[in-house]
């Protein structure tokens, strides 16, 4: 978009007007289904208008890595499919998709949502690996929310594949879950000129100057953060995006908490 | 020792339950939805647009780039690394040998179309799902095409000639197993796609044919009819969409 056109945006925005009349701090509709896959142990395609994005769990029983013998293993991998966007080129993980893996990766990690102990088979030899791939399917805006909603929903679906020691056996799924403890809730304010605002569409997408995402959990505490663009940010700004951000979490949890 | 009767009780020339959807992609210029039992793909194309590096370009008429694609958790056992494989190389280039019959790219010379096909969860005959999805999504992005291509593997389990096999009759361990996915240009009796592993007899290899011929309208009309649909509930006619059993 041309800098007129980013003015043009910023005008607007100041007087609370966006492309799709929504307010600054509203998000677009949310929709998560979840088994979409059954090939998958748990899934979800979470929709954020036409932001589109799947993430599916595989797991494996594999070895700990040395220093956390006790430990089960999560892994966090991203695609940009040339599917979703013609802005998306085949090939291997760019730095925006590499990127947008670790935040979700550092959210679910450092809040401890899973236990990482209860994914232990025996010490120092086997332990539950736990994927989490997340896959593009359109993108118009905001991978970063909706592609952490749908690892948090597909973690939430997934049941454990049977196990008897020996082999996996994927074709009868048990009735386990995840031993899930938390629920980090993934919510990225964007700053354009002076003005903020949350979940935008690719065109808003844009002409951002910032992004800082904040994680948070049920209780308030805040678990993960990525600051993302070219712009800095005053101590008076990073309080009224915690803020701002805190609050939506509520509102996504919800939807979460439905599953 | 015979094999008597299939797994969710179709007919030796029945296809699995099957759902059609065009333009389930916004961003690209056409697009498609195609299932078929436990396995679906996703399809979607973009252009034509300009192909880089130039030295790729046909200067008398447009190339269609084909990618086909598992994702990671689609496969029926372990976790697929994501990235190309070898399998999928071979699958890319046989879909674009299976399509270009039917498209006309003469009007667009130094561009390309590019296919991508995308699997969310397979249980056999994928690139079949993948074919028909993207043959859909070629006529959805408005490019002139003669025909659709429809596709789906016959085989045999075996002493039965069978339609669609799926993962288990792939698998099948008590007889010979014989799998023929296929391509089929409905207008001219063609076939675009033709592929084999397994032993069967000549004879058999022949009546596998002309089951899949025999098979072939009831999916063509499923896809002409999601095409048409899309248009439907543009018109906010939605009730009058019914659903492609």
Not at chain 1, 163 to 176: C, R, S
Not at chain 2, 204 to 224: D, G, H
Request: with cysteine; hydrophobic share 40%; glycine share 8%.
């Amino acid at each position: 978009m041309s800098n007129d056109q980013k003015q043009h945006m910023i005008k607007s925005f100041k007087q609370g007007v966006r492309f799709d009349e929504r307010g600054l701090e509203d998000f677009r509709k949310l929709t998560i289904s979840c088994k979409p896959s059954k090939t998958a142990e748990g899934s979800a395609v979470v929709k954020l208008g036409d932001t589109e994005v799947i993430a599916g769990i595989k797991m494996m029983v594999g070895t700990p890595f040395p220093d956390r013998p006790e430990d089960g293993v999560i892994m966090v991998n991203a695609e940009f499919l040339p599917l979703a966007s013609p802005d998306f080129e085949s090939g291997p993980p760019g730095i925006d998709s590499i990127e947008l893996s670790r935040v979700v990766d550092r959210g679910i990690r450092e809040s401890h949502a899973m236990d990482l102990k209860k994914l232990c088979i025996k010490k120092g030899e086997k332990v539950w690996i736990v994927s989490i791939d997340i896959c593009t399917l359109n993108d118009d805006g905001n991978l970063l929310d909706a592609a952490a909603l749908a690892a948090l929903a597909a973690l939430k679906s997934t049941r454990f594949p049977g196990y008897d020691g020996e082999e996996v056996n994927y074709k009868e799924l048990t009735d386990d879950k995840l031993p899930l403890a938390q629920e980090p809730i993934p919510v990225t304010v964007y700053k354009a000129g002076d003005v903020f605002f949350v979940d935008p569409t690719k065109e808003e997408q844009k002409n951002v100057d910032a992004r800082l995402t904040i994680t948070s959990l049920g209780d308030g505490n805040l678990c993960a953060m990525q600051k993302g663009g070219e712009q800095p940010f005053t101590l008076d700004e990073i309080s009224k995006i915690v803020d701002l951000a805190t609050k939506r979490s509520k509102d996504l949890r919800k939807e979460i908490d439905k599953l | 020792m015979s094999y008597t009767k299939r797994k969710d009780n179709r007919g030796f020339d029945d296809f699995r339950k099957v759902e059609a959807k065009a333009g389930v992609i916004k961003n690209a210029d056409g697009s498609a939805y195609f299932k078929i039992g436990n396995t679906i793909a996703y399809a979607a194309v973009y252009g034509p647009r300009e192909l880089y590096p130039r030295f790729l370009q046909n200067p008398t008429k447009g190339i269609l780039r084909c990618n086909y694609n598992m994702m990671p958790f689609s496969g029926m056992g372990e976790r697929v690394r994501p990235g190309p494989s070898r399998r999928s190389k071979e699958i890319s280039m046989v879909t674009q040998k299976a399509l270009i019959p039917v498209l006309d790219l003469s009007e667009y010379p130094n561009a390309v179309v590019d296919v991508f096909i995308e699997l969310t969860e397979t249980d056999a005959g994928s690139r079949c799902a993948g074919i028909c999805a993207a043959s859909m999504a070629l006529a959805d992005a408005g490019l002139k095409m003669r025909d659709l291509v429809t596709a789906v593997s016959v085989g045999k389990v075996d002493d039965k000639v069978v339609v669609d096999l799926d993962y288990a009759e792939e698998a099948y361990e008590d007889g010979h197993v014989a799998d023929i996915p296929i391509a089929y240009i409905p207008s001219t009796g063609e076939f675009s796609l033709l592929q084999m592993d397994g032993i069967i007899s000549t004879d058999e290899f022949i009546e596998a044919l002309t089951l899949a011929k025999k098979a072939m309208p009831r999916l063509y009309e499923i896809q002409k009819k999601a095409l048409k649909e899309k248009y439907l509930l543009f018109h906010g006619n939605e009730e009058k969409g019914e659903k492609n059993e």
